[in-house]
């Protein structure tokens, strides 16, 4: 059974750092592309950073470019998302998912979703 | 970029059909996925590629795409279907290439 437990949020003031993992399990995790989504407390979906396979190739949305960097240990089968220069609208509950292939982008779903670790940014 | 417009909410009663539409500029020319998050859990795929069911999602679940509305299409309705639903799109157009829609909260009554 594919497995994704996310881990490292928590509350944090303005400007400062978090870094989130999220450990893989029941799949061969270096065949896959990875990807980061957050909900803000009562709102929707949004697409934040995604990884491919190996590492080689990476995305950020608008809203967090040079700010995050995802990044991938393959031998430890672990997702990481690294948060610096944090704001009040960060706060979400940041998901952990699976791609659907090799390539951050593709036309594939997103399955599963890890269970979701919870950021506030908040003095 | 592209926006996806959900309706805010859908309410059904047990046993009848509830219809949630995801409408985007030809849509039906793109894959759409639909997920399914019920308050506080993570959300869970429900239909993939318009309409096609992950192993495990009921046959009461099914998806259609055409034109510029895509829908998913829940039949004989059970409380347990209560949720937020989700469509997702790819767009290859644009510096944002995924796309959530808006979610719609579906009620039982």
């Known amino acids: 059974e594919v497995q994704l437990v996310e881990s490292g949020g928590g509350l944090v003031q303005p400007g400062g750092s978090l870094r989130l993992s999220c450990s893989a399990s029941?799949?061969?995790?270096?065949?896959?592309?990875m990807h980061w989504v957050r909900q803000a407390p009562g709102k929707g979906l949004e697409y934040v950073s995604a990884i491919s396979s190996n590492g080689g190739s990476t995305y950020y949305a608008d809203s967090v470019k040079g700010r995050f960097t995802i990044s991938r240990d393959n031998s430890k089968n672990t997702l990481y998302l690294q948060m610096s220069s944090l704001r009040a609208e960060d706060t979400a509950v940041y998901y952990c998912?699976?791609?659907?292939?090799?390539?951050?982008?593709?036309?594939?779903?997103?399955?599963?979703w890890g269970q979701g670790t919870l950021v506030t940014v908040s003095s | 970029s592209y926006v996806l417009t959900q309706p805010p909410s859908v309410s059904v009663a047990p046993g009848k059909t509830a219809r949630i539409t995801c409408g985007g500029n030809n849509i039906g020319s793109k894959s759409v996925h639909w997920y399914q998050q019920k308050p506080g859990q993570a959300p869970v795929l429900v239909i993939y590629y318009d309409s096609d069911r992950p192993s495990g999602i009921p046959e009461r679940f099914s998806g259609s795409n055409s034109g510029n509305t895509a829908t998913l299409t829940i039949s004989r309705v059970e409380a347990g279907d209560e949720a937020d639903y989700y469509c997702q799109v790819w767009d290859s157009s644009s510096d944002h290439p995924v796309v959530f829609g808006g979610g719609t909260k579906l009620t039982v009554l």
């Open positions: 998912v699976m791609g659907y292939s090799s390539s951050w982008y593709d036309d594939g779903w997103f399955d599963p």
């Open positions: 029941g799949f061969t995790f270096s065949s896959y592309a």
